[in-house]
């Protein structure tokens, strides 16, 4: 009998995470479902799954903290029954000000989560990997990493570094028949960008409108996917043409 693919999404609970987790148990994938403290959110998730005749578990840990991810992600990377096929590097913050005023913890926060997170979950979950010679990694990382933006230098340094870290780990093993990629979306509505102002945004946006989390989350399904088996090192945008 063919074995049950898994897949681990980080930050699996709201908004673009919670796409890629529905249409990747939709798909068949057993899905691991990373949060760190919205439980009920997880909840949520778990039981839309579970309704659908999907399969999941939820995983509680704080992806900036090595010690949790190393907890949580190694009895998982030591039985290659419940090894993890496809990798979801998803989870993300941000805490916007000005450089002139960005405090050193809102800096270490905003990369401890977004970058540091890149190394201490993939750094696991590659090795059995490369022991299977197959595997997907795919990462969320936004235009402000490839475009820049005011006001996010520390969120734009590590969405542009999840992007670097892919290109260089995707050369290190590409003939291991393990892709890594990164989705680049641009404005998603999402819990992420309460508060801000939308008429504003959609202005600049030429499509006119923000993205779904849906529409994300196909871009990672084609990449996840047997499809893409000869796409790596990409970065994919789906931002309605705001960065070209
Ligand atoms: P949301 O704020 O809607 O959801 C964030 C998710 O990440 C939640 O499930 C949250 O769980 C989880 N999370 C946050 N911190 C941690 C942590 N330390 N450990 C584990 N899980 C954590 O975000 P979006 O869906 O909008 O964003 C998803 C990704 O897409 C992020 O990387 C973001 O940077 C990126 N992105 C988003 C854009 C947008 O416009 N929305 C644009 C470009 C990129 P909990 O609530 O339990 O902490």
């Known amino acids: 009998m063919k074995k049950k693919q898994k897949a681990l999404v980080t930050g699996a609970t709201k908004g673009i995470g919670r796409a890629i987790s529905q249409k990747l148990a939709q798909k068949g994938y057993h899905v691991y479902l990373n949060y760190h403290r919205d439980h009920e959110a997880a909840c949520s998730i778990e039981n839309t799954i579970k309704s659908e005749g999907g399969s999941c578990q939820l995983l509680r840990f704080d992806v900036s903290n090595q010690e949790e991810v190393e907890k949580s992600l190694q009895p998982l990377c030591q039985n290659e029954s419940l090894a993890i096929d496809v990798l979801i590097n998803n989870a993300g913050i941000m805490e916007d000000s000005t450089l002139v005023w960005m405090s050193p913890g809102s800096w270490r926060k905003v990369l401890g989560t977004n970058l540091d997170a890149f190394f201490y979950v993939t750094k696991l979950v590659v090795k059995n990997m490369i022991v299977q010679r197959k595997g997907r990694i795919i990462s969320i990382a936004s235009t402000a990493g490839q475009a820049g933006m005011k006001g996010q230098v520390n969120y734009s340094a590590s969405k542009g570094g999840i992007i ?3 290109k260089s780990l995707a050369q290190e093993v590409a003939s291991r028949g393990i892709t890594v990629n990164v989705v680049s979306p641009g404005f998603i509505e999402t819990e992420m960008l309460e508060g801000l102002d939308f008429k504003k945004i959609k202005n600049q946006i030429p ?32 931002n309605g043409g705001i960065y070209m």
């Open 164 to 166: 670097s870290a892919s």
């Open 207 to 238: 499509m006119k409108r923000l993205g779904t989390a849906n529409e994300v989350a196909c871009a990672v399904m084609f990449l996840a996917s047997e499809e893409s088996s000869y796409i790596t090192g990409q970065v994919l945008s789906v």
